[in-house]
């Protein structure tokens, strides 16, 4: 197991590295190339919480819309480095040490099982899929999702060599990955199941799930206590985007599978390669491994419950909501690719050098001023330098906004501020003017407007700035709420 040791150490300290140059390269390639506009509402949230004593994006109202695991390591950064470019740094390095401290579950899981192959492999597709796709290093939630998975999976997979594991043991990386991504549930009821049926032993498994369930209710609790849901406000919203159709539910599950979050013809040739190098790994094995370690069948079926989860009741999703079920892939390539020398060889080599091309990539790529993130920050440092203290700002994309700007922000989106908005201006109910000025918004800042506010789309803006966004051209403008009627 030295050589994986070896592996797992470098490629960690590696992506600890790739990190710290990230934040390094300043503030505007972190807010193109790095951050999501997501990233930016933890920050703001937890700011506005250590100061106000309550979770609330626009310092009025209170708002559940967050995942509490991740935002409690906010909000402990954010004690640490109560100003906003320290924070923002603070919560990507951390966000780096935590998808750097996953490679040691997937040292743990080789070790487990006598297969150093497995973790070789494992540990450079993951390298890869960190670097290139940067869907764990955002800053958002999705570390900690992919820090407590890869947890559950080595508990899981070594608790199918146990007759009578600790249910504590079980229970912890359950109970924290459910802090994470509440929608991991379907994944952990699989394993669980799945171990009390192989083990033929329920009563560990029983206290195992009492004590999730425990966690549960103080999540709900959490939940409740910010808002009238038991859920992030965020979830019951987007609940009404279901597939309207099979065809359409199956188009959202091939789109995912084929590309294996790899982004890019490069990602999906890359992709290709990997499926490829697995099916003739076990054209020349047999699938022996996959009937000696039946482990990795139950916890493909439970990932696989959670990607049916997120497929039907999303039509748009972010690459973060991804990252348990890319994991799951990475895993079964890898458990495939281990298995034949030759296909390991070069499948892990392919991973580095993708990894290190996509790194290089990203860094001497050129920063167009019209990509929609970069174009948000010098829109919001416009703001910041032209426009009234005491103004109060409302944006359907307000993370970046709201965060660079220094000024009161509402987030129109409906996720962040009570469901009062979900149930009155998404239902059509009530005119976004109207909404806007009981909340005494005094200006709309954003591009692209949803079917709710084209009360503003043709009404003179302030200022406006092109942007490129989604293969579209648009214009990020500034309105005067008092001016649409």
């Known amino acids: 197991m030295r050589s994986a040791a070896i592996t797992c150490l470098i490629l960690a300290l590696l992506v600890t590295v790739w990190s710290v140059a990230q934040v390094l390269a300043g503030t505007e390639y972190v807010t193109t190339k790095v951050t999501v506009d997501d990233t930016y509402y933890y920050l703001l949230l937890a700011l506005n919480h250590l100061n106000l004593g309550f979770p609330t994006y626009d310092g009025v109202n209170p708002t559940n819309g967050f995942h509490p695991l991740w935002y409690g390591i906010v909000l402990v950064l954010g004690t640490l480095f109560p100003a906003k470019e320290p924070l923002l740094q603070a919560a990507l390095i951390t966000a780096g040490l935590l998808a750097s401290g996953s490679f040691w579950f997937i040292y743990a899981m080789g070790w487990r099982l006598e297969r150093p192959a497995l973790a070789i492999t494992l540990a450079g597709l993951w390298f890869a899929y960190l670097v290139s796709t940067g869907a764990v290093t955002s800053g958002m939630e999705s570390c900690t999702t992919a820090f407590c998975f890869w947890w559950a999976v ?54 195992a799930a009492s004590l999730v369930s425990l966690g549960i209710v103080a999540y709900a609790a959490l939940m409740m206590r910010w808002n009238e ?38 990602g999906e040739v890359f992709s290709l390669f990997l499926a490829v190098a697995a099916v003739v790994a076990l054209l020349r094995t047999q699938a022996e491994l996959f009937k000696k370690h039946k482990a990795v069948v139950a916890f493909a079926t439970g990932a696989a419950c959670y990607l049916a989860l997120i497929a039907f009741t999303h039509r748009t999703v972010p690459k973060w909501y991804y990252v348990p079920t890319d994991i799951t892939l990475l ?46 920050y010098h829109f919001a440092r416009w703001i910041d330098a032209n426009m009234p203290k005491d103004i109060v700002l409302g944006s359907f994309n307000a993370g970046q906004i709201g965060y660079f700007s220094n000024r009161r922000t509402v987030n129109l989106d409906g996720f962040v501020n009570s469901a009062d908005f979900a149930r009155t201006v998404l239902a059509g109910k009530k005119p976004l003017s109207s909404f806007l000025r009981e909340q005494g918004i005094t200006h709309l800042a954003d591009y692209g407007v949803p079917d709710y506010a084209l009360e503003f789309e043709n009404d003179p803006y302030i200022y406006g700035v092109p942007v490129k966004s989604q293969g579209r051209d648009m214009i990020l403008r500034i309105w005067s709420v008092e001016k649409v009627y």
């Open 331 to 376: 895993l079964l390539l890898a458990w495939a690719i281990s298995a034949d020398k030759i296909a390991l060889t070069v499948a892990t080599g392919a991973a580095v050098l993708f990894a290190v091309g996509s790194a290089v990539a990203r860094f001497v790529e050129p920063m167009d001023p019209q990509h929609v993130y970069l174009a948000r």
């Open 154 to 207: 080595y508990v899981y997979i070594k608790a199918f060599e146990e007759p009578k594991p600790s249910p504590l043991t079980l229970a912890m990386p359950a109970t924290l990955l459910l802090w994470s991504r509440l929608d991991t549930a379907p994944f952990l009821l699989v394993m669980l199941v799945s171990l009390a049926v192989k083990n033929r032993a329920w009563k560990p498994y029983v206290a």
């Open 229 to 266: 849901t038991p859920v992030p406000v965020s979830g019951i919203i987007k609940a009404g985007e279901t597939a309207s159709s099979i065809a359409e539910y199956g188009r959202r599950l091939a789109n995912r599978l084929i590309s294996i979050g790899f982004q890019r013809s490069a």
